[in-house]
């Protein structure tokens, strides 16, 4: 429980303008989970607040608790992220995972995996270099984060009969369903299996198809590291005219977890309209 002063280290994952001078910052705490506090005075020019309580900057603070906000009294920086600004995709990328993160973090309960695990994929965005997908740190970012929040979807095994499912690239039409309320994977074969079944298995709405190669990538995402495409796909389909297919990945999980937040993603918009160079 918090006493009227106490201390946490925090990083910002969102801000806006507050009265006057001051500035309504949301973080996001090992030890409190989400904290919504103002910074005051922090628009002032000669503030030492003001660099402070910017976007994935990490602080310890000093906070006196109030009656519906807390205040920030004292903060002195332990870490930051500089290289997401100066990239226009990174830095969207980041916003996308702190709106991520702000819906699936708690207040007043520690966070403390959260909060280590999203430290962690924007020192991966930050360190990427130009050459690597963007959309397959975003993929592998937004799985790590949906798993370790409890809802995680399920890619390995159809949700309906439970039986494994592996990639098929020896037949080109060949595919997967997943279902957004049935959690993950579905057997389309279950279908012609049913047809003569006097009570046939009531299949949930299938949102995607899922190509052999994407359903590669997603079953590869639970890894530590992002795998990459060559050492996890077949050799003879990895010719000059192969797209990874990343952004599929991405939109899949993307909307899964829109689906499973019961909201839409404010950040996704800026990414959409990204020029393709940024990815």
């Known amino acids: 429980m918090k006493s009227r002063i106490y201390q946490a280290t925090g990083i910002i994952l969102k801000g806006m303008p507050f009265q006057e001078a001051d500035r309504l910052v949301t973080l996001l705490s090992p030890e409190y989970g989400l904290i919504r506090a103002i910074v005051p005075g922090a628009r002032k020019q000669k503030s030492k ?26 903060a002195e920086t332990l870490e930051s992220y500089p290289g997401l600004s100066k990239d226009l995709g990174k830095l969207a990328a980041a916003q996308y995972l702190a709106e991520l993160v702000l819906n699936l973090a708690l207040d007043e309960q520690p966070q403390l995996e959260l909060y280590e695990l999203l430290n962690e994929h924007l020192r991966r965005l930050e360190r990427m270099s130009l050459a690597e997908s963007l959309y397959g740190y975003l993929a592998q970012a937004v799985f790590h984060l949906l798993a370790i929040a409890g809802i995680g979807p399920q890619v390995h095994y159809c949700c309906i009969t439970q039986e494994e499912l592996s990639p098929n690239f020896n037949d080109p039409s060949w595919c997967v369903g997943f279902s957004f309320d049935a959690g993950g994977l579905i057997n389309l074969a279950i279908r012609d299996k049913e047809k003569n079944n006097p009570n046939p298995i009531v299949l949930p709405v299938i949102n995607h198809r899922l190509k052999a190669s994407e359903l590669t990538l997603l079953q590869h995402l639970n890894q530590s590291f992002l795998p990459h495409p060559g050492k996890i796909l077949p050799s003879n ?7 990874v297919p990343w952004l599929q990945v991405e939109h899949l999980l993307r909307n899964y977890a829109q689906y499973q937040l019961g909201r839409s993603f404010r950040s996704v918009t800026l990414i959409d309209n990204l020029p393709e160079a940024e990815f």
């Open 49 to 74: 607040l003001r660099g402070r309580c910017e976007l994935f900057v990490i602080n310890e603070l000093l906070i006196a608790k109030g009656r519906s906000l807390d205040k920030i009294t004292q």
């Open 237 to 243: 389909i990895l010719d000059s005219d192969f797209t």
